[in-house]
């Protein structure tokens, strides 16, 4: 690389013709994946046309095409995430707190942090194995039931949530605790009073965005047990139920056409929609905050 | 900077037990990602050595037949990775190049609309569920590849690794803008002040100052597509084969099997709890834990270099 360029500082023609070459080479570069996801996505939203309707939202799985449902996979899947998220929020944002406010920058923090970094990047495959391990075989919470997904997925994305939420308490300036403490606070009062409610909205944007990640995870749910095909929607925690995610990687395992451009797409299509709905709603709350702060 | 200043106008409350007991149950909070770590490894640890002492760690590692189902059963685990490195190897033969091309543009070039703009679309590569790339990869890609190769399988490592590749760029790109933007200014305009162009400063200045985060990105990128389950799972099939170096077209347009796979082809069945085919997924989950579990640590290592080198 650096003998190459060398030869050509002579600021002419030559050295101005190449950076503009590789402007567009790093251009391009940066548009090919956007640009390829952005023509998948049409593909199956055009191919979801005629098949994601009111009867797809609201029936159950049937092996015909033209009847088939999504119906209970995805209020599975709405149900799941509103457990993983009572579950992760305050495991989080404690975690987020403690390592945040009280802990000194020992040996044990930097332990911790570590540990917090290095389970952000385990496969989500293994955390299904320790939930069939740990939350099937050992606890006895039943095979594929929506408390064992519960607590699988909700391990899964606390680092996220973890990370997420010291950055906002981060950006919390350090001159407000200061005043709260000169007023005779506690450190306790001062989080409460102080901390958490200047820090919520971007600890509440990180986590709906971690949740965003939950309800797209597929793995976990099949090493857990998770049924493929259920035609009802749970009716407590130690129910079994589907998920979207697992209904698509069921019904994409279909060698009918029927199934694979037309039902598959549909259900593809509700599944990015319920996530970009709850993506925006992130960053409508980032924004909105954002704005009022500067 | 709170803790300088916060124990001893803290300390004044009077309620010190309420106070510690808070401060308990945010450590226990913070305590329960160790916790986790050590319920994985005790987890996978736990079903492993059971499977270890019926099928030897050698045979298991250097076997070259894996058959956990059928009759005779086997427990060979080199077919899963050398079918998880062609995946791995072709996604980053898309991913390094293009995500550090990515973040060279997004650092040096791109103006801060255009940033603003780009940085979070790359950024949505990453959020799209991976089993919604799995079918892009068997419905769309394949078919579109099948005209440049009329050989290729239904199933095959091609399209997986493509869609894994594309998967991992914004891992590449952000770790390495983030490294390229923490280069001080102070260099780039002694660069531009000897009247170096965009393409020198970029090359010769930026890239090498900041390759310690550039490395770390790669590292974590890689060890994302090793533990990539549900693409791999639905585009690149069910087939543990040796990966045959000699047929190196037929390496890609064939059907493979990773690691993930194979644990997502196991999970699915009805294998129960005490038979030894449920054990090895263990020995296979632990090994793939293992091998990302040491990338990880390693890029985390050499990422703190480049952070303690300009800040």
Redesign the interface.
Same mark, same amino acid.
């Given at each position: 690389m650096a003998t190459e360029t060398r030869t050509d500082t002579d600021f002419g023609e030559v050295s101005r013709w190449k950076d503009r070459v590789f402007e567009y080479v790093t251009l391009a570069a940066a548009l090919f994946g956007v640009v390829t996801l952005g023509v998948l996505l049409a593909y199956v939203t055009v191919d979801a046309v005629g098949w994601l309707d009111w009867q797809f939202l609201t029936s159950p799985p049937h092996p015909i095409a033209a009847e088939a449902g999504l119906f209970p996979a995805l209020v599975g899947s709405i149900v799941l995430m509103v457990l993983i998220a009572l579950i992760t929020f305050p495991l989080g944002v404690g975690a987020a707190i403690y390592l945040e406010e009280y802990a000194s920058d020992g040996r044990l923090t930097r332990f911790i942090q570590l540990n917090i970094a290095n389970l952000a990047g385990v496969p989500s495959v293994v955390y299904g194995l320790l939930g069939l391990g740990l939350f099937v075989q050992l606890i006895n919470f039943g095979y594929g039931t929506l408390l064992v997904a519960g607590f699988t997925v909700s391990l899964l994305i606390l680092p996220i949530v973890i990370i997420s939420a010291q950055e906002a308490i981060r950006s919390v300036p350090d001159s407000l605790r200061q005043a709260s403490y000169g007023m005779g606070a506690t450190k306790r009062q001062t989080i409460r009073n102080v901390v958490l409610p200047r820090s919520l909205p971007g600890i509440m944007t990180g986590t709906i965005l971690a949740l965003g990640r939950a309800i797209g995870e597929t793995a976990p749910l099949i090493m857990i047990g998770v049924p493929t095909t259920v035609f009802g929607v749970p009716d407590g925690l130690f129910a079994k139920f589907s998920a979207m995610p697992m209904q698509i990687y069921t019904w994409s395992s279909y060698p009918d056409t029927a199934f694979q451009y037309g039902v598959v797409s549909a259900g593809v299509v509700t599944l990015l929609v319920v996530l970009l709905s709850i993506n925006s709603i992130a960053i409508l709350i980032r924004n909105k905050y954002q704005t009022e702060r500067s | 900077?709170?803790?300088a *200043?916060?124990p001893d %106008?803290?300390k004044?409350?009077g309620?010190n037990t309420? @106070?510690f007991a =808070?401060?308990a149950?945010?450590?226990?909070? +913070?305590? %329960?990602?160790?916790l986790?770590?050590v319920?994985?490894v005790v987890? %996978?640890l736990?079903?492993a050595i059971t499977f270890f002492a019926e099928v030897s760690p050698i045979a298991f590692l250097t076997g070259t037949t894996w058959s956990p189902a059928n009759d005779p059963v086997s427990f060979g685990v080199l077919p899963l990775i050398t079918g998880t490195l062609v995946i791995t190897f072709g996604a980053a033969a898309i991913a390094l190049?293009?995500?550090?091309? *990515?973040a060279?543009?997004?650092a @040096?070039?791109?103006s801060d609309r255009a940033r603003s703009v780009?940085k979070p679309?790359?950024e949505?590569?990453a959020?799209?569920?991976?089993?919604?790339y799995? =079918?892009?990869a068997?419905?769309?890609?394949t078919p579109a590849l099948s005209v440049v190769f009329p050989t290729i399988s239904t199933f095959n490592a091609l399209s997986a690794s493509i869609i894994v590749g594309?998967m991992i760029?914004?891992m590449v790109?952000s770790i390495s803008e983030d490294a390229m933007s923490s280069v001080p200014d102070s260099l780039r305009e002694a660069s531009y002040g000897?009247?170096?162009?965009?393409?020198?400063v /970029? *090359?010769?200045v930026v890239?090498?100052a900041s390759i310690s985060g550039i490395a770390s990105s790669y590292i974590?990128a890689l /060890?994302?597509a090793?533990?990539?389950?549900?693409a791999v799972?639905?585009a690149a099939g069910n087939t543990p084969r040796l990966v045959d170096l000699t047929d190196p077209a037929g390496v890609f347009l064939e059907s493979i099997q990773t690691m993930?796979a194979a644990?997502?082809q196991l999970? +699915?069945s009805d294998v129960t709890?005490q038979s030894l085919a449920y054990r090895s997924?263990?020995a296979v989950?632990l090994t %793939?834990?293992v091998i *990302?579990?040491v990338?990880?640590?390693i890029? @985390?290592w050499v990422a703190s270099r480049y952070r303690e080198e300009y800040r």
């Open positions: - | 900077m709170s803790d *200043t916060a %106008l803290s004044r409350s309620q309420r @106070e =808070y401060r149950v945010f450590f226990v909070c +913070a305590l %329960l990602s160790v986790t770590t319920a994985i987890t %996978l736990g079903d190049p293009v995500g550090l091309l *990515t060279i543009y997004l @040096e070039y791109a780009l679309a790359i949505v590569l959020g799209v569920p991976t089993v919604v799995g =079918y892009f068997l419905v769309y890609v594309i760029i914004p790109s000897l009247g170096a162009t965009r393409f020198t /970029s *090359t010769s890239v090498p974590l /060890s994302r090793i533990g990539e389950t549900m799972t639905i993930t644990m997502v999970g +699915a709890g997924l263990f989950g %793939l834990f *990302t579990f990338m990880n640590l890029s @985390e």
